[in-house]
């Protein structure tokens, strides 16, 4: 919450970062297009702050957590 709330007042809603991978039903990729419990409620979540998500895919958790390390 605290990355939303510095984004959002910084003024300019630049896209936040979001690294996730497909995990049915949670995530999953329709027509070239991210869907599923957890993105509908990511996207929901974005509407109401007013904000864009940039999604990184990525194969696994492991690859997740990696990335968040190297502060991608």
Not at 37 to 50: D, P
Request: proline fraction near 7%; aromatic fraction near 6%; hydrophobic fraction near 45%.
């Amino acid at each position: 919450m605290l990355l939303c709330c510095s984004a959002l007042a910084q003024g300019g809603n630049p896209p936040l970062r979001v690294a996730t991978f497909i995990l049915p039903p949670f995530v999953m990729e329709h027509d070239a297009e991210l869907t599923g419990f957890s993105i509908e409620l990511w996207k929901e979540i974005t509407a109401r702050l007013g904000v864009q998500t940039d999604y990184q895919m990525t194969p696994d958790v492991k690859a997740v957590l990696d990335s968040l390390r190297a502060g991608q």
